[in-house]
């Protein structure tokens, strides 16, 4: 599975940047919250945006996968890492920030991974994640719930709580907000997944995508369209924690 995870992120390098409007209305969300000091570590940093943005005297920027680095580097991006979330190649209580921007969802289970970063974290140590919550893609859910199109499950508010609260994080925040995305096309829309290498499902696609699969599609998305596009929207959670 992270290997297959890597793959799909690693062929999106050289082009994740023009399609990640999303990412990036995100990662503004998660940087207006950052403090400045101390060694701050970037995970799934992609091609780099947030650790380039972070207010830190120095920042790990940590990606699974290797294309991904390469591409932040060649943005500029220092200090580059290649790595898993769920085992941090980092020494235990040697960061003072944690950022995480739409990297955690793929991190299974999740208790495990909140237990992995604080144990990189040194005490009062600031997390900082954005992550996708239930609900998302409401215009894919009828698709998605007759088995046309697969899609992760994603955790809602209270089971995000829940795991927070047997973390080793304490006084924790969740900061639920909601962004909208419009596309020019059905084409469009589902491209933007396989560019910024998101669509790497742990759900099985049932079926053969054929000419009735595309009008299916069509014919949902379209019950959604308006001026400005297809919409695609998601529903997101800005988590604050301390060690």
Same mark, same amino acid.
């Given at each position: 599975?992270?290997?297959?995870?890597?793959?799909?992120?690693?062929?999106?390098?050289?082009?994740?940047?023009?399609?990640?409007?999303?990412?990036?209305?995100?990662?503004?969300?998660?940087?207006?919250?950052?403090?400045?000091?101390?060694?701050?570590?970037?995970?799934?940093?992609?091609?780099?945006?947030?650790?380039?943005?972070?207010?830190?005297?120095?920042?790990?920027?940590?990606?699974?996968?290797?294309?991904?680095?390469?591409?932040?580097?060649?943005?500029?991006?220092?200090?580059?890492?290649?790595?898993?979330?769920?085992?941090?190649?980092?020494?235990?209580?040697?960061?003072?920030?944690?950022?995480?921007?739409?990297?955690?969802?793929?991190?299974?289970?999740?208790?495990?991974?909140?237990?992995?970063?604080?144990?990189?974290? #040194?005490?009062?140590?600031?997390? !900082?994640?954005?992550?996708?919550?239930? @609900?998302?893609?409401? /215009?894919?859910? %009828? *698709? $998605?719930?007759?088995?046309?199109?697969?899609?992760?499950?994603?955790?809602?508010?209270?089971?995000?709580?829940?795991?927070?609260?047997?973390?080793?994080?304490?006084?924790?925040?969740?900061?639920?907000?909601?962004?909208?995305?419009?596309?020019?096309?059905?084409?469009?829309?589902?491209?933007?997944?396989?560019?910024?290498?998101?669509?790497?499902?742990?759900?099985?696609?049932?079926?053969?995508?054929? #000419?009735?699969?595309?009008?299916? !599609?069509?014919?949902?998305?379209?019950? @959604?369209?308006?001026? /400005?596009?297809? %919409? *695609? $929207?998601?529903?997101?959670?800005?988590?604050?924690?301390?060690?």
């Amino acid at each position: 599975m992270t290997q297959a995870i890597a793959s799909c992120f690693g062929r999106a390098a050289t082009i994740y940047d023009q399609h990640a409007h999303l990412q990036r209305r995100a990662a503004e969300r998660l940087l207006s919250e950052t403090d400045d000091g101390g060694l701050w570590l970037d995970l799934g940093t992609g091609t780099g945006h947030v650790a380039r943005n972070l207010a830190a005297e120095r920042v790990i920027a940590l990606d699974l996968a290797l294309p991904m680095l390469q591409q932040a580097q060649a943005l500029g991006t220092p200090n580059g890492l290649c790595g898993d979330i769920m085992s941090l190649p980092i020494q235990a209580a040697s960061v003072d920030g944690i950022a995480a921007n739409l990297s955690l969802q793929w991190c299974d289970p999740l208790s495990d991974t909140l237990a992995e970063l604080a144990r990189v974290a #040194r005490p009062g140590a600031k997390l !900082l994640a954005t992550l996708p919550l239930a @609900h998302t893609f409401p /215009e894919l859910r %009828p *698709l $998605t719930e007759r088995g046309q199109l697969a899609c992760n499950r994603f955790a809602d508010l209270q089971e995000l709580k829940q795991r927070l609260q047997e973390s080793p994080w304490s006084a924790f925040q969740l900061h639920p907000f909601t962004e909208v995305v419009h596309f020019d096309s059905v084409r469009a829309l589902l491209g933007h997944f396989k560019a910024t290498g998101a669509h790497h499902s742990q759900a099985r696609q049932s079926g053969l995508r054929g #000419r009735a699969w595309w009008h299916a !599609l069509n014919e949902q998305l379209s019950q @959604h369209r308006t001026s /400005e596009g297809f %919409p *695609l $929207t998601w529903e997101l959670v800005l988590v604050e924690a301390t060690r």
